[in-house]
């Protein structure tokens, strides 16, 4: 077939650092790919007819090429699409190849730009899934020494002054990128605290997860370190929703950790509309393993959830100030620094007690320990309108005022969250942690809401003054006014924590009393 084709805007990704190219893709070897439409998501039921329309060409170009279209999604303006490498590279001029790294191994790849048939100019604006590189990151934080008493969740709704209920009529997602869910363990963890065992759904987006140790040993050795590190994770998000929300219908979506997976959770998100969502994955928002179109697609993504009320708890990171990017300057992680979701910080409590900060030495994850709280201005989002008056800026010298995070901030560090891993106490933190613990208390505050005020995008609404002069965060949140910088080494310095907002904690850590009055009021 010798049709013209024309570059995708946006599309360019370098060769990944630490990775070689050995050999081409066997051009018999099955892809499935996620193209993205023009336009904006749209209103269910309102779907436009030029969405229609893109998504009928689409679908004649892409099948005289040998692909098959296995999905059509209107409403967020998405095609799945398979068929083998010799399609692909010939539809999307891919020259898919195999790479290896230390980090991952074996893995589809490709560099450079891609190009689509010239009749697409204009309706796709990506195409997704060609390249399996890693762009989700998160580790277990080892616990730290000199600290004991991982909190229970009944510490948790005390430290932070939860409303009576359960989460009953809520539907929260959690988006899982690696690892397993092990239901024996979640059963054990809610006995142990006296929970009821929750409706717990896994949604398998192109990943079926191992349901046990069992089956997580069939996996091939090169993967099961990962698979278990990561699989400590997912418990963690899952056991503190099951525990704070034990009446609330719980959906786990595991899709692949690459750019086509971030695309894949939030078209079902939108599809099942739920009232929150927790995401503990991310990577720097100037991480070169994005491609613009990426970053444009998922944000655009995240704007359409929004719209629905939906309040994505993201973590911001547990890296300080320099997010694993060793440039010297200061990063921010991705999806927290999309203006649509809600960036969660991280505290500790210090060995007097009080609650602070988080960071222990060197600012960053290691095997030996160690992180503090991401944060600080992004250089790819511009700052919104509800941040405007927000007085933070950049480390970075001469760059622009971009969006702040991150928004608010929960417990991450020591004493960590008491949780149960292979039938014994695993105690974990983390940003990651501090997530999934927002939007529990979110679900468990819309539940308790009058009807007419429930599932409203919260983000924004913190930053809005009320009649004295005082930003909402400031009336719901008990500041963090004390702890250390979120320097990571590098940058040596970081964010300062001070009265007030600040970019290491956001408007501080939740006081779910206060936030349940005032939503009850606002109008």
């Known amino acids: 077939m010798n049709e013209q084709h024309v570059a995708l805007a946006g599309s360019t990704r370098p060769a990944k650092a630490d990775a070689t190219r050995v050999r081409a ?16 998501v749209a209103a269910a039921g309102e779907i436009p007819g030029e969405r229609r329309e893109d998504a009928q060409k689409t679908k004649a170009v892409l099948e005289r090429y040998g692909l098959s279209v296995d999905q059509v999604r209107l409403e967020p303006g998405s095609i799945v699409a398979s068929g083998p490498v010799s399609a692909m590279n010939a539809a999307f001029k891919a020259d898919l190849g195999i790479y290896h790294s230390l980090e991952q191994g074996d893995f589809r790849g490709r560099e450079g730009q891609l190009q689509i048939p ?170 070169p393993e994005w491609s613009q179109t990426a970053l444009d697609e998922i944000d655009k993504r995240l704007k359409g959830v929004s719209k629905k009320g939906i309040t994505v708890c993201s973590a911001s990171g547990d890296d300080g100030a320099g997010d694993q990017i060793p440039d010297g300057r200061a990063h921010v992680d991705f999806p927290s620094a999309s203006p649509y979701v809600l960036g969660v910080g991280g505290t500790m409590i210090d ?46 010298p001469g760059s622009v005022k971009g969006r702040v995070v991150p928004d608010v901030a929960a417990l991450a560090g020591p004493p960590f969250y008491d949780l149960i891993l292979l039938g014994r106490p695993s105690p974990n933190g983390g940003t990651s942690a501090s997530a999934p613990l927002w939007a529990a208390l979110i679900a468990r505050v819309d539940a308790l809401l009058p009807a007419e005020k429930r599932q409203r995008f919260l983000t924004p609404r913190l930053y809005e003054r009320g009649t004295n002069g005082t930003m909402l965060g400031q009336t719901v949140c008990r500041d963090i006014a004390v702890g250390h910088d979120n320097g990571s080494h590098p940058p040596a310095v970081g964010y300062p924590v001070k009265p007030g907002y600040d970019a290491v904690t956001g408007h501080g850590v939740p006081d779910g009393v206060a936030l349940l009055k005032a939503l009850t009021v606002l109008p």
């Open 351 to 396: 060995p007097h007690g009080q609650e602070v900060a988080w960071w222990q030495a060197p600012g960053r994850r290691t095997r030996k320990g160690g992180g503090s709280s991401g944060g600080g201005v992004s250089t790819r989002f511009v700052r919104p309108d509800y941040q405007q008056h927000i007085n933070v800026d950049s480390l970075n």
């Open 118 to 287: 010239a009749e697409l100019a204009g309706v796709v604006t990506g195409v997704f899934g060609l390249d399996q590189r890693r762009v989700a990151r998160r580790a277990a934080v080892a616990p730290g020494s000199g600290f004991n008493g991982s909190f229970t969740p009944e510490d948790l709704e005390k430290l932070y002054n939860f409303p009576a209920g359960d989460g009953e009529g809520q539907k929260l997602v959690v988006f899982e990128f690696l690892g397993g869910i092990f239901h024996d363990d979640i059963q054990a963890f809610c006995a142990a605290h006296n929970r009821p065992v929750p409706q717990i759904d896994v949604v398998a987006l192109g990943v079926e997860p191992p349901r046990s140790l069992q089956e997580l040993r069939q996996l091939p050795p090169q993967d099961q370190q990962d698979y278990f590190d990561a699989t400590s994770e997912v418990m963690m998000d899952v056991e503190i929703i099951a525990a704070l929300c034990p009446a609330a219908q719980i959906s786990v979506y595991f899709a692949p950790f690459d750019q086509r997976g971030w695309i894949d959770v939030l078209d079902q998100t939108i599809a099942d509309n739920p009232v929150v969502v927790s995401n503990s994955w991310g990577l720097a928002d100037e991480s």
């Open 25 to 40: 893709a066997d051009p018999q070897d099955q892809v499935t790919v996620t193209l993205t439409l023009r336009g904006d």
